[in-house]
């Protein structure tokens, strides 16, 4: 049984390009959530999907992010016109229903966007 | 609010010498879970453990050993006889059992020297 996957693992853009991080969650997982981890900094929670469905995305920034989960395909988080302060690393969880206290879940290995 | 607080920014050992990393929570929820992930040089999370709020049991795994002390809201994470292969950065993190997203806090970077 494969981990979570996320695809590409470096990413680099030019100021002013589109960003899309690829996340396939653990087969059976239909939760995803994006984590975004700034330079010399912890982790900062983005947003929570289920298939389909957007169910939290309180820590996701007004403008320019964006994130999917499709019925089919990847969960995908699209940054649009980047910026140099967008540097960082993405990381995608995924979970077989609401992680909490019976529930975990599992991260990939991220993806390291640097804007240029 | 939910909030993780890690004091220690860089730890420094040798090794063999047994170091711990603190980490203190705050939340308003009983039920609640925590966290500890090692982050190596090579940027994934590792999954080190994770304890209910209703589990005060204290846990050692190899060297490893985490002490959860709800009356502090603490939950600190000793390695006994440090290797160099434990330099990493840690994280502490908090989920509560309402969402499933986690609170982390800032890391510990541990450097463990020959």
């Known amino acids: 049984n494969a981990g979570v996957m996320q695809n590409p693992r470096h990413l680099v853009r030019r100021r002013g390009q589109e960003a899309r991080l690829r996340c396939s969650p653990m087969?059976?997982?239909?939760?995803v959530y994006w984590y975004r981890q700034l330079p010399e900094e912890g982790l900062k929670f983005m947003v929570y999907l289920q298939k389909e469905n957007i169910i939290d995305e309180s820590g996701m920034p007004k403008e320019r992010f964006s994130a999917e989960f499709p019925k089919e395909g990847p969960s995908i988080l699209r940054i649009q016109q980047v910026v140099r302060g967008d540097s960082a690393a993405y990381f995608c969880?995924?979970?077989?229903?609401?992680?909490?206290?019976?529930?975990?879940?599992?991260f990939g290995q991220g993806t390291r966007l640097t804007v240029v | 609010a939910q909030k993780v607080t890690q004091a220690q920014t860089e730890i420094s050992v040798v090794e063999k010498e047994d170091v711990t990393l603190d980490c203190v929570y705050e939340?308003?929820?009983?039920?609640?879970?925590l966290f500890w992930y090692k982050q190596p040089p090579s940027g994934e999370l590792v999954f080190l453990i994770r304890?209910?709020?209703?589990?005060?049991q204290n846990e050692i795994s190899g060297r490893y050993s985490w002490n959860f002390q709800k009356s502090t809201s603490s939950f600190n994470f000793t390695i006994t006889a440090s290797q160099v292969v434990d330099s990493a950065v840690y994280f502490c993190a908090l989920g509560t059992s309402n969402t499933g997203k986690l609170i982390f806090g800032q890391g510990t970077t541990l450097q463990v020297k020959p």
């Open positions: 304890r209910n709020s209703f589990d005060e």
């Open positions: 939340t308003r929820d009983t039920t609640y879970y």
């Open positions: 969880a995924s979970s077989p229903r609401e992680a909490g206290m019976n529930t975990e879940a599992f």
């Open positions: 087969k059976g997982h239909s939760h």
